[in-house]
């Protein structure tokens, strides 16, 4: 078994991220046999594909490895690394370009979401971004790969290119293991705190609209206590949050904040109106966000303690990815001396 996930190092780590993959990281890490092995990084390639600044991308990188330490992930466990100290990822994504369909890409919606009424002045980046995150499950022979909702068809992708490879250039062989996504079930899609239909995004220009890992207290209690509502009180089963979208956001956040379901939240709950629920709500985040807080805060500031453990990730994911890159040049025919 071999759980392979990423995250792109833009913005900061969020509550959506948090609840719908990375805390599920750290429990596969926790839970694993000897055998298997955890592989979680940073996308820094692919955070190329939208504008960027230089400086910001680089201090986000050692930020959200600080992060992700904090959020439970053990750098002496897993392997923590970042895709550009990795140079088989790239590779990779290249050979596979000559197997992705334009067909298959063009049916992509994160495409359609982040180049907006704008697609032609989308990043190719942008366009082949699914083919790199096939690229990056293929070449370590990913088995599980832990994500939110929002990149299934991504994961979907990255199976029909595999199946096509090993189809048209394995001869027999499977060249790469078809990976497999795991989705948790309730907070798969944590949505924006101002908008119920649209998911909580680093991009998102209204920082209102998410709770950050770094945000304090104070802010934390500000952003809950304004996050969009309706003026109805919360209902006492699972039901009567239907066309209510906001409302269940925040029993969403609430439940698997707490550990418990949707309808215990709400039996304990119903018929609160929200001046009363958003206080417990924000006591709830603040409570369990406050040691992750208090760690990152500490390990950002050790730059040495950073860069040594993504060198130290790296040089394994290299050792890990090169014999699956070597086959598949050698599957498509490609000479590299002998
Ligand atoms: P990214 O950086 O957008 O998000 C990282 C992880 O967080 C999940 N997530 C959410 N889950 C629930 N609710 C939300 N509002 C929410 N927002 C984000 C994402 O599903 C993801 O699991 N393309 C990927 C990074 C990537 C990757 C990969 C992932 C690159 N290569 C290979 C898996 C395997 C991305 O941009 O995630």
Redesign the pocket.
């Known amino acids: 078994m071999r759980v ?5 190092p833009t913005g900061s780590l969020h509550l ?2 948090y ?3 990375i805390r599920n990281w750290a429990a596969m890490q926790d839970s694993l046999e000897d055998d298997a092995e955890c592989m979680f990084f940073l ?1 820094d390639l ?1 955070a190329i594909s939208m504008p960027h600044n230089p400086a910001e991308l680089h201090a986000a990188t050692l930020e959200m490895t600080a992060a992700l330490v904090a959020c439970g992930i053990d750098p002496a466990r897993s392997i923590l690394f970042n895709q550009a100290q990795v140079p088989a990822h790239a590779e990779l994504q290249w050979l596979l370009n000559g197997t992705a369909r334009m067909g298959w890409l063009n049916r992509m919606t994160q495409f359609k979401d982040k180049s907006g009424k704008n697609r032609e002045g989308a990043s190719v980046a942008l366009f082949t971004y699914p083919v790199l ?1 096939a690229a ?2 293929l070449l370590h022979q990913a088995t599980h ?1 832990p ?5 299934k068809q ?1 994961l979907e992708l990255a199976r029909d290119i595999a199946i096509k490879f090993n189809n048209d250039f394995g001869e027999g062989e499977e060249i790469f293991t078809l990976p497999e996504p795991i989705i948790p079930p309730g ?5 924006s705190l101002r908008d119920g239909s649209k ?3 680093k991009s998102d220009p209204s920082d209102m609209s998410r709770i950050n890992l770094s945000d304090d207290v104070d802010t934390i209690a500000r952003k809950v206590k304004k996050a969009k509502t309706d003026p109805e009180p919360l209902p006492s089963e699972e039901a009567g949050l239907e066309e209510r979208p906001e409302a269940r956001n925040l029993v969403t956040i609430y439940a698997t904040l707490s550990g418990k379901s949707v309808a215990e939240v709400l039996a304990d709950h119903g018929g609160e109106g929200f001046g009363q629920f958003k206080p417990a709500l924000a006591e709830l985040m603040v409570e369990s966000l406050a040691p992750i807080v208090t760690r990152f805060v500490e390990l950002k500031q050790d730059r040495e303690a950073l860069d040594a453990i993504l060198a130290r990730g790296a040089a394994r994911a290299r050792e890990i990815g090169v014999p699956t890159l070597d086959a598949a040049y050698k599957a498509l025919g490609l000479v590299r001396g002998r």
Do not use: F, P, T
């Not at 392979?4 to 792109?8: L, Y």
């Not at 994500?147 to 990149?151: K, M, N, P, T, Y």
């Not at 907070?187 to 949505?191: G, L, P, S, T, V």
């Open positions: 392979v996930s990423g995250i792109q959506g991220n609840l719908g993959a996308a692919h995150q990056d499950v790969v994500v939110g909702e929002d990149q991504h907070a798969a899609r944590i949505m998911k909580m995004s």
